[in-house]
């Protein structure tokens, strides 16, 4: 099963994915994660992505849709995945859906966590310092907020178009959630 978890910064995607993983054994792949690991590592890709992470911005399409390509076409992704901060345009998804049917498989599921901006502000708030990330900053984070607003959100549209949305009230403890995504899965 392919699932795609759709929802602004500190939306609880990244918890949450963990935890349907464990229960799944569905992989997760987050882009942010691999590009946190390319950037420790200081690979091209991660000199590259870093000037747009610490500003918040997306990091360009075509280094997301190669390192897409890498990841779908690895062994651990057969059995499905859940990707967890991608894609984020409309060129990622066309791309994501390129990918997953040249390996004979699609989008099954798309789950969209829906969180009211001020409890969105709340929250990274408190994981500033937490997680110890550059980019958890108010002010970087109220950058990526813009830019979920503009370029990511509308895939919402595209996917509800389509059919396969659910929503996921992403709002409450940890676990109503999680419980909440395991019945948007169909488990
Ligand atoms: P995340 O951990 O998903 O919040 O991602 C952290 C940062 O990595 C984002 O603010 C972007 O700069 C970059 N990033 C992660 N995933 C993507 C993606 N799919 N497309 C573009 N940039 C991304």
Do not use: H
Request: net charge neutral; charged share 25%.
């Amino acid at each position: 099963m392919n699932i795609i978890l759709l929802g602004p910064p500190g939306s609880g995607k990244g918890t949450q994915g963990e935890l349907l993983a464990q229960r799944t054994g569905i992989l997760r792949v987050s882009t942010g994660d691999l590009l946190r690991e390319a950037v420790a590592r200081g690979t091209d890709l991660g000199k590259r992505a870093k000037v747009f992470m610490d500003q918040g911005l997306l990091v360009p399409d075509d280094v997301i849709i190669g390192l897409l390509g890498e990841v779908l076409a690895s062994p651990g992704a057969a059995g499905g995945v859940i990707m967890d901060g991608f894609p984020r345009t409309v060129a990622q998804a066309e791309a994501v859906d390129r990918l997953l049917a040249a390996r004979g498989r699609q989008v099954d599921r798309v789950l969209y966590f829906v969180v009211a901006d001020d409890e969105l502000l709340r929250r990274i708030e408190g994981r500033a310092g937490v997680e110890g990330r550059a980019d958890d900053n108010p002010d970087a984070f109220r950058q990526r907020l813009v830019v979920y607003r503009k370029q990511t959100q509308p895939l919402v549209d595209f996917y509800r178009q389509r059919g396969g949305l659910t929503d996921i009230d992403a709002v409450g403890a940890v676990q109503e959630i999680a419980a909440r995504v395991r019945a948007g899965v169909g488990e």
